[in-house]
């Protein structure tokens, strides 16, 4: 039989199945309790109105075109209303620095492949979200930490870089309740991001898959925001902006998109001409149709919805887990992150959890990119209500406190 694995490129080796979508399969399952997935609830999404620009298309002119190739840059009503809506947050652009791609995971892989040459580093945090190691893995980088608390300096991290035999590229983080810990970035850590990005003469990736789902607090300008204001135009930034309409609209349709200056959007589009040409049209006219008619509104309805959500998870932390456990309050997104005391795996807890307690979570390790913090896991608390939530932190409060005491 062919050897499989001595022809495929090396960058095969560095591919990994990721952990979250193995454990998708577990929401198949009724009696599971799941935070694992960090998905939108689908009794949330606006199929009235999907229904009715669908219908829109096809008893209409537009029918010819939704069906047919389209530009790779994306159509350009709907790159007008991002470019519009974007504005709202200080991000001044025009349609043309804007790329659309079939979700934002596509983004993340475009953008590995645009930056990344074997052994150059990308910034990270730690820990950070599992699909973009994966994305950045096939291009054969090397990860470090980023850091915004000033305790490693430029040259460190270029120092680190030239030994492995390459350079810093870029920076990738969300700021806003990020995946997988629900953390915002202050104010402060952006502009020292900025600073350092200026000092490396390196690209800032900003991931906002979660831009809009703010529950409480003051709201920060994107970094691409203060990146702008600072140097009096989008075409003198160095960051890049990424967006999705799955976690706000539907997932399934796959639609994201990318801002940036205009030297990078061209380049985007040359590797979307060799990849799958363009973006579905059909979707990318349905999500432009839905989003003019009610985004804010589907917005808010979502926003009411998971906030309550995100507040019953932290209610039913403080009341059933142990006292040496510790966990983040977000102000917005789909997650909490749970740090158990050393010593603890997250994975072995799962595996018991599964079997004992059926209730799911996602074991922290996956999320570092050297594989460290087994004792962390992420919860997700959007898919699941009010006393499935309260249920299944009971029982997993229970169980993470029952191996504490085994282990004393």
Known sequence: ???????????????????????????????????????????????????????????????????????????????????????????????????????????????????????????????????????FNAYEPNYDQLSLNGNRTPEAYRDTAAKI????????????????????????????????????????LEDAAYQHLRYDGEAIPPIMALDIARRGGIENTRTI???????????????GFVIAAMPVIRKLVLMKQAADLHSSTINQIAIEHVASRGFDAQVAKIRAVYSKRRDAMLAALDKYMPKNATWTRPEGGMFVWVTLPEGMDGAELLAKSI?????????????????????????????????????GIKRLGRLISNAIRAAA
């Open 165 to 204: 035999g390459g350079s810093v590229k870029f920076a990738y983080l969300s700021a806003d309740f990020s995946n997988p810990t629900g953390e915002t970035v202050d104010l402060a850590g952006r502009e020292k991001l900025l600073a350092l990005a200026d000092e490396l003469d390196i690209a800032i």
């Open 241 to 255: 902006y990424s967006g999705s309409f799955s976690k706000t609209l539907a997932p399934g349709l796959r639609v």
């Open 355 to 391: 079997a004992t307690e059926k209730v799911a979570f996602v074991p922290g390790k996956a999320f570092y990119a050297d594989g460290s913090n087994a004792n962390t896991l992420r919860m997700s608390f959007s898919c699941a209500d009010e006393t499935m939530i309260d249920e």
């Open 1 to 135: 039989m062919l050897d499989w694995e001595q022809i495929f490129a090396t960058r095969s080796s560095r591919m990994r199945a990721s952990e979250i979508r193995e454990l998708l399969k577990l929401l198949d399952q009724p009696d599971i309790i799941s935070f694992a997935g960090g998905i939108p609830d689908p009794a949330l999404f606006p199929d009235a109105a999907f229904k009715e620009a669908y219908s829109d298309i096809f008893s209409g002119p537009q029918v010819n075109a939704a069906l047919q190739y389209s530009v790779s840059e994306g159509y350009k009503p709907l790159r007008e209303w991002i470019a519009k809506d974007v504005a709202k947050i200080g991000i001044d652009c025009t349609p043309d620095n804007v790329f659309i791609t079939s979700g934002s995971q596509q983004a993340l892989d475009y953008l590995g492949k645009l930056f990344l040459s074997p052994k150059d580093t990308a910034l990270v945090t730690w820990p950070t979200y599992l699909g973009a190691l994966s994305a």
